[in-house]
């Protein structure tokens, strides 16, 4: 039987949840993102309760904490690539710098919202969940082609709408 009880959760929570910190911490070294990590990973694990296996969640703990920290470390290079790009060699970032990041910030929230919702939620669940094309199929119950072909429309059309409307 798969899927695990609200008993065996807070069980689970109340064992793991330092041990999980304390794996965030060691790979981030801040105590701050290592909470929030353990936090979304928990919160992840309790959202798929029906679907985990109970001889599997303890790996799983490990491996959603490990995706969560890539995905913030590849968020945070984005930005990084983004200041880098348009600061221009200036030693602080300007009011304005921050209004134009802003602003970028939207217009991607708005070209994420303005995907057709079949693309969105491929998009979304590979690019903010860190789910695997696999993950993905098995879950939406499709080939891992048509979740291909689902992302490649979406960043098709992602990268239209932000590089021309800009």
Request: net charge neutral; glycine share 6%.
């Amino acid at each position: 039987m798969a899927g695990i009880e609200r008993a065996r959760f807070i069980e689970l929570f109340h064992g793991m949840y330092s041990p999980i910190r304390n794996y965030v911490y060691f790979k981030t070294g801040d105590a701050e993102i290592a909470e929030d990590i353990a936090q979304d990973t928990f919160l992840k694990i309790w959202e798929k309760k029906h679907e985990i296996r109970e001889e599997t969640v303890k790996p799983l703990l490990y491996t959603i904490a490990g995706n969560l920290c890539k995905n913030r470390y590849e968020h945070q290079q984005v930005v990084f690539d983004f200041v880098k790009k348009y600061q221009a060699g200036a030693d602080e970032i300007t009011p304005e710098f921050e209004l134009e990041l802003k602003e970028f910030n939207n217009k991607l929230e708005r070209a994420i919202g303005a995907l057709k919702e079949k693309d969105r939620v491929v998009f979304l669940m590979n690019r903010m969940d860190g789910m695997t094309y696999n993950e993905i199929a098995k879950n939406l119950g499709l080939s891992v082609k048509a979740i291909e072909k689902r992302m490649k429309n979406a960043l098709g059309e992602l990268k239209q709408k932000i590089e021309y409307k800009i």
